[in-house]
């Protein structure tokens, strides 16, 4: 193999190119679409494809357009994964939102901050939880569980039919779902209320703003 940091100029700025997509929460692209976003074939796309590979900065699994695995420039893991994450419905930070089953589209999240199995994203709406950095509109990657430990953010699910973002405690008798913002109080709900969903692990605002909690 050779040396991963031996690239040509072109090389170097068509894997820039690559690493500009992941950040921006896009997929990898195709032959043709990368070759019209950087002025030349996509017989010449597929090259740097190749040399890329050769080197050891990129590899490629199963299905091309969604296999491209990226490697790390900024930390010890060797490669830089993206991976798709659905996203389901919309849910309250605020007054509850109805639980929607279906998909509402994906999302691409890396790989290297969200390594849990099972995770799927979920749109915030309203202010309740804005202390710790959940805004109206954020994607809220979340862990799918059924289990909640103290003062952890979690997605439950009320009567069955609601579902919301807050802080989760368990209190004996009762379940409490905390906000974060003093202009909402917690509400108190019966064990057989309550169902978890899954934990928060991190938020996604706009194409280039992800972060973990």
């Keep these: 193999m050779h040396d991963p940091d031996d690239l040509t100029p072109r090389q170097q700025e068509f894997l820039n190119y690559l690493h500009n997509r992941v950040q921006q929460g896009k997929d990898m692209p195709s032959l043709r679409e990368a070759g019209k976003e950087q002025g030349i074939s996509h017989t010449a796309v597929a090259s740097l494809f190749r040399a890329l590979e050769d080197k050891g900065v990129l590899r490629r699994e199963g299905r091309y357009s969604r296999s491209i695995v990226l490697r790390n ?58 202390k710790v950095g959940i805004l109206d509109g954020d994607l809220a990657i979340c862990e799918a569980r059924q289990f909640a430990t103290d003062g952890e953010i979690v997605v439950a699910l009320i009567n069955n039919e609601e579902a919301t973002v807050k802080r989760f405690f368990y209190r004996g008798d009762h379940i409490e779902l905390k906000p974060e913002n003093q202009d909402y109080t917690a509400i108190r709900y019966g064990l057989d209320e309550v169902l978890i969903q899954g934990k928060v692990v991190g938020i996604q605002r706009g194409p280039d703003q992800m972060a973990s909690l």
């Design 73 to 130: 420039k900024n930390s010890a893991e060797p490669f830089l994964p993206s991976r798709e994450v659905p996203i389901i419905g919309r849910v309250a930070a605020g007054l509850p939102l109805y639980a929607q089953q279906e998909w509402a589209g994906t999302v691409l999240v890396d790989g290297a901050i969200f390594r849990g199995a099972q995770l799927f994203a979920l749109r915030v709406q309203g202010d309740s939880m804005k």
